[in-house]
């Protein structure tokens, strides 16, 4: 297994794929990035990334049903694996522990 | 808008699909047009449109294109290809006789072409031998000649020194110049056309030293030899320290041997056979008037546009030292170019390869290659289908269309790799000897220091494995299990192809036996054509002026001797040609200075007025014979008298003679004109001797001269000698298209050997039904005969058409005026052709004859 330390568009995918629970798959994904976050994520950018994930083994993944704006085609969907809801627990609680270790707002300078 | 309109670009999802991994296709294309039908309601089409080509152009990257293989499959091919070596070798060996033919046939011309390329390639890759060879250069310079900017290949002496003091970037200078000398050693003379150089000569060129030290030519009264040389000079004695007495302009004088090289390469273009120290050359003379080849060294990263503009601060140099040779510039050229581009180079070193040679050669090459190729094609199409049961079983286990035709070329690669080496060995071990037998050349097969050959034997391979195995491959891989299965896959059916291929064959043996016929008789005749002068029994003395007299007295002594006549130039290998003038009309003609007996004891016959008049004083300065040419040419009439001017003199025409070749026939006739020279200028002596003693007089000649006392040695030559080198030629050019259209005839009834054998073999079966029924042999004959006479017939008309355009051709060129090719030559090539063609089909003829039907028919 690769390391586990994981980028930010990978975390990002990495809670969206959670966040739709059932229904991830690519341009959920890619829509649901939109909607939440207001950022253009490029279909390409997603697919590598949520290939990625699935061989670092954040997440497992199986053919699923087709819909007629596909062309009848399946979408392959993705869903989040316990070593993956570890790692963004992981990051999570890394980021708060920082965070919380941060000094009162308003006590830095901003100019010099 | 249209339903069309609303779906993604079609190209683009076309694309895709080509690109895609078959995998990850389903997933990705059902994304990308997901977006795109959601885009198109929230953005509209044209948006939609652009976004969906981006996304595949996105989505083209290695993660979606590779495709996945896995471990196993890839063991499995490993096997396949096992397999497929084993059933190769196999199958050739069960298939010996066409396998053999196969393999004989290719090597055959595949040494063929491989002569070729060597020729070629030393023909035009030249003085690439050196280490140093992309640093060395030929010194040049330009300057105007009657208005035009003319380029020549030497450097004057000063200018070469001061190149050798002080430019940045040049390492060393080598001069060198070509001179005759006459050489002595005991009482034996021998003529050598010596170099004169400076030592930097071995530093530079990559001569290898056998004996002595490179700094050799460092004293001036030491010499350095090649090899050859030194063994004619002194046999297998160690040459180093020997003595040997050189004549150099009027001076002799003793010197040392102190080097021994090896010969240069053959595709060298210095050919030093005896080298000298420089200075000799720049004795007693004003070194600005010399000039010499200058080649120059230069440093292993200098930039050579940069030396030679340093070069050009020279110019001003030469031009002041007040001559008439002024310089435009200086240049200079690569050693490997220089004989490549010595047509522009006035007085370089080397010479452009003729190219007729070489296209003949690469003619031939092709033309072998072509016949062996298609039968090839021929007979492996055939033998093929006789492993159609095979192919129907691999392909109903699953086998791919594409894994059968790698099957079929790889066994084909195994047979061109046995056809490769095995014409490896028939070039090293046969035909090498023999060409260069007949070409004079001196081509040496070393495989292993020869890193071209190597490059073309692959190519080779390569090309002849693919091109041969592509048809047959396709071909046999074509058919359905189904069809091979239930029996009636046509596999014998009429195969247009293979016919269409024989008769090419055919066309090509048609053309190369016309060549050898034609080639055999236009040497006949050459041989026997008249001279137009009687060349017999005359031996031909070369003598300085001073002994002419005392020569031809002794000579008269001799019983055998009918007469001598003298000239300075006569009928011998070198010509002067010089502008002469009648009136206003003027013409180059050939100038022939000889004593008044000259034309008489040449046999060159009178047609009007009369030889010279030893009597006649006049004769000596004013009097001319002329030949018929330069009478036509002048168009003048024989009953006038006429008056030329030569040379700024006046000559009165006394006599009209008879034409005579001077030189090849196909140089022709030019006009010539004999004057007189006095007694004591004459440098060569003509003896005229009794039938039949001629080689006797010679040898007494020799006495006679070394009785003499003179400085040189004895040099004399028959005058039935002096066109030999041209009789030579055109018989090696007999050998060479003899040999072709052998080898063209042997392949071609290869070729069709297999294919009347495989067909009679398919119709085996037919044929013992139809003995059995009572059908004559004649009759069964009849039937195979059928097959192929059209295919003869056509190929053999074609043949002569095309073959009398292109033997014409080579025929002019090599022997000037030559017979027409007659009806009876067009019959006889045919016929050879036809006989050849049909002893190869009665030999299978006779299988049929003496078969017991039975037997075939007992199988299953």
């Given at each position: 297994m690769k390391g586990s330390n994981i980028g930010e568009l990978e975390e990002l995918i990495l809670l969206v794929v959670g966040v739709l629970y059932d229904g991830a798959y690519g341009v959920s994904v890619l829509k649901e990035i939109k909607d939440q976050t207001g950022r253009e994520v490029n279909i390409s950018a997603v697919h590598a990334v949520l290939n990625r994930l699935e061989e670092k083994g954040f997440l497992k993944s199986e053919m699923g049903g087709s819909s007629s704006t596909r062309g009848g085609r399946r979408k392959r969907n993705y869903y989040l694996t316990s070593t993956g809801r570890q790692t963004l627990d992981q990051v999570r609680s890394v980021r708060e522990r920082l965070y919380s270790q941060l000094s009162p707002l308003g006590s830095y300078q901003f100019s010099s | 808008m249209s339903q069309n309109s609303t779906k993604p670009p079609k190209w683009a999802d076309r694309f895709l699909s080509w690109y895609c991994n078959p995998e990850l296709l389903e997933q990705i294309q059902g994304d990308v047009h997901e977006l795109f039908y959601w885009r198109l309601e929230e953005e509209g089409y044209e948006k939609a449109k652009r976004s969906f080509t981006w996304d595949v152009i996105r989505l083209f990257r290695w993660s979606n294109i590779k495709r996945t293989t896995s471990q196993t499959q890839k063991t499995n091919n490993i096997a396949m290809f096992k397999n497929y070596f084993k059933i190769g070798l196999r199958n050739l060996w069960k298939q010996r006789m066409p396998s053999t033919i196969n393999i004989i046939g290719l090597s055959l011309a595949i040494g063929c072409s491989i002569i070729a390329y060597m020729y070629i390639d030393s023909q035009i890759i030249r003085d690439d031998y050196h280490e140093k060879s992309d640093q060395i250069f030929l010194g040049t310079h330009e300057a105007f000649e009657e208005g035009d900017l003319q380029r020549y290949g030497y450097l004057s002496l000063p200018i070469a020194d001061q190149i050798a003091e002080?430019?940045?970037?040049?390492n060393r200078v080598v001069k060198y110049s070509g001179a005759s000398i006459s050489v002595k050693i005991g009482n034996r003379g021998f003529s050598e056309f010596a170099g004169f150089t400076n030592s930097e000569f071995f530093k530079t060129f990559?001569?290898?030293?056998?004996?002595?030290?490179?700094?050799?030519?460092?004293?001036?009264d030491q010499i350095a030899l090649a090899t050859q040389t030194s063994k004619r000079y002194f046999g297998e004695d160690y040459p180093i320290g020997k003595i040997i007495s050189i004549k150099i302009g009027e001076e002799r004088k003793d010197f040392e041997v102190a080097a021994v090289f090896k010969e240069a390469p053959h595709n060298s273009s210095l050919k030093p056979e005896v080298l000298l120290n420089y200075s000799w050359l720049t004795k007693n003379k004003d070194p600005k008037e010399i000039n010499s080849h200058v080649f120059i060294e230069l440093d292993e990263n200098a930039n050579t546009t940069e030396v030679i503009k340093s070069f050009q601060s020279l110019v001003s140099v030469q031009n002041g030292f007040n001559l008439e040779s002024k310089y435009e510039s200086i240049g200079l050229e690569p050693i490997k170019t220089m004989a490549k581009n010595s047509e522009q180079i006035?007085?370089?070193?080397g010479r452009t390869p003729p190219m007729a040679p070489m296209v003949l050669l690469a003619c031939i090459g092709s033309f072998m290659l072509i016949l062996a190729t298609f039968n090839y094609i021929n007979i492996a199409t055939v033998m093929a289908t006789r492993r159609i049961k095979e192919i129907g079983v691999r392909k109903v286990i699953g086998g791919k269309r594409s894994q059968l035709i790698t099957q079929f070329l790889t066994e084909n690669l195994i047979l061109c790799t046995f056809s490769v080496v095995l014409g490896c060995l028939l070039a090293a071990g046969f035909f090498m000897p023999q060409f260069n037998n007949i070409s004079g050349s001196s081509l040496k097969f070393n495989i292993f220091q020869h890193d071209s050959l190597w490059i073309f034997l692959l190519g080779l391979l390569l090309f002849i494995a693919f091109v041969s195995g592509a048809y047959p491959a396709l071909f046999v891989s074509k058919f359905k299990p189904v069809k091979i299965f239930r029996g009636n896959q046509n596999v014998g059916g009429k195969r247009r192809f293979t016919s269409v291929l024989l008769t090419f064959q055919l066309i090509l043996a048609t053309i190369t036996i016309l060549g050898g016929i034609m080639a055999v008789q236009a040497n006949r005749a050459n041989e026997s054509k008249e001279w137009g002068y009687d060349q017999f029994n005359k031996i031909v003395i070369g003598v300085s002026p001073t002994y002419y007299q005392p020569l031809k007295q002794e000579v008269l002594k001799n019983p055998n001797v009918l007469a001598v006549a003298g000239s300075i130039?006569?009928?011998?290998r070198t010509w002067n040609f010089q502008p002469m003038k009648i009136g206003e009309e003027e013409l180059i003609g050939q100038v022939l200075t000889t004593d008044r007996d000259y034309p008489e004891l040449l046999g060159i016959?009178?047609?009007s007025g009369r030889y010279f008049d030893k009597t006649l004083v006049s004769d000596l300065n004013s009097s001319v014979l002329v030949n018929e040419t330069f009478m036509k040419r002048f168009l003048l009439d024989n009953s006038k008298d006429h008056q030329v001017l030569i040379d700024s003199t006046n000559y009165q025409i006394v006599g009209v003679l008879k034409d005579y070749y001077y030189s090849s026939f196909s140089d022709g006739i030019e006009p010539a004109v004999f004057k007189v020279a006095s007694?004591?200028?004459?440098?060569s002596l003509t003896v005229l001797v009794k039938d039949g003693t001629i080689s006797e007089v010679r040898d007494e000649l020799e006495e006679v001269w070394d009785d003499l006392g003179t400085e040189t040695a004895f040099s004399s030559f028959l005058q039935s000698e002096t066109r030999d080198g041209e009789f030579a030629d055109a018989r090696g050019l007999r050998n060479v298209l003899l040999f072709t259209a052998t080898l063209a005839i042997i392949l071609s009834a290869m070729g069709l050997f297999g294919l009347v054998s495989l067909n009679v073999s398919a119709r085996i079966k037919d044929f013992g039904i139809k003995k059995i029924l009572g059908a004559s042999t004649m009759h069964i004959t009849k039937e195979v005969y059928r097959k192929f006479v059209f295919i003869l017939g056509f190929a053999i008309v074609l043949g002569s058409l095309v073959g009398t355009k292109l033997v014409g051709l080579l025929l002019d060129s090599a022997f000037g005026e030559h017979l027409p090719i007659s009806v009876f030559t067009l019959m006889l090539s045919s016929l050879i052709l036809l006989a050849v063609a049909m002893l190869t089909i009665n030999t299978q003829m006779r299988r049929i004859k003496t078969m017991n039907p039975s037997e075939t028919l007992r199988v299953e």
């Open positions: - | 002080g430019f940045s970037g040049v990559s001569f290898e030293l056998i004996y002595g030290e490179s700094n050799a030519l460092d004293k001036p006035n007085g370089g070193i130039n006569g009928l011998s016959p009178l047609i007694d004591s200028e004459l440098t």
